[in-house]
C-alpha cells in the first residue's frame, strides 16, 4: 500500500496562489507516477496535473493551463501542485493520486489521498 498525505489547501482570495503538497510513504515513490485531481461538490472527480516518475513528462488540464505547474522531489517523496492565478470555479477539494502509470481519468490511478480543501473567493 502507497499512503498520501495532502497539504496546503486553504481559503485564497481570486488572483491569489497556493501551493500543495502530497508527502508519499509505503511504496518507491519514484517509480510511480503522480497526479492531482480535484472534485467540486456535486461534480465528478476531474483530472488537473499528472507527472512522470522521473518527470520527464507532465501533462495539464485545459482548465488550469498555464495558471498550474505539477513538479515533484523524488528525495522527499514530495509532488506538488502550484496554483496561481485562482479563480473561484476551481474551488473544490484537492486529491493526490499515484499509479504505475499516468491516465486522465479517476479510475486509472491505484493510490489516493483523503483530499486537501481549497476554496477560491471572489
Known amino acids: 500500500q502507497m499512503q498520501l498525505v495532502e497539504s496546503g489547501g486553504g481559503l485564497v482570495q481570486a488572483g491569489g496562489s497556493l501551493r500543495l503538497s502530497c508527502t508519499a510513504s509505503?511504496?518507491?515513490?519514484?517509480?510511480?507516477?503522480m497526479g492531482w485531481f480535484r472534485q467540486a461538490p456535486g461534480k465528478d472527480r476531474e483530472f488537473v496535473s499528472s507527472i512522470s516518475a522521473r518527470a520527464f513528462d507532465t501533462y495539464v488540464a485545459d482548465s488550469v493551463k498555464g495558471r498550474f505547474t505539477i513538479s515533484r522531489d523524488n528525495a522527499k517523496n514530495t509532488v506538488y501542485l502550484q496554483m496561481n492565478s485562482l479563480k473561484p470555479e476551481d474551488t473544490a477539494v484537492y486529491y493526490c493520486a499515484a499509479n504505475p502509470q499516468t491516465g486522465m481519468t479517476a479510475n486509472d490511478w491505484d493510490y489516493w489521498g483523503r483530499g486537501t480543501q481549497v476554496t477560491v473567493s471572489s
Open positions: 509505503g511504496r518507491t515513490f519514484s517509480i510511480y507516477h
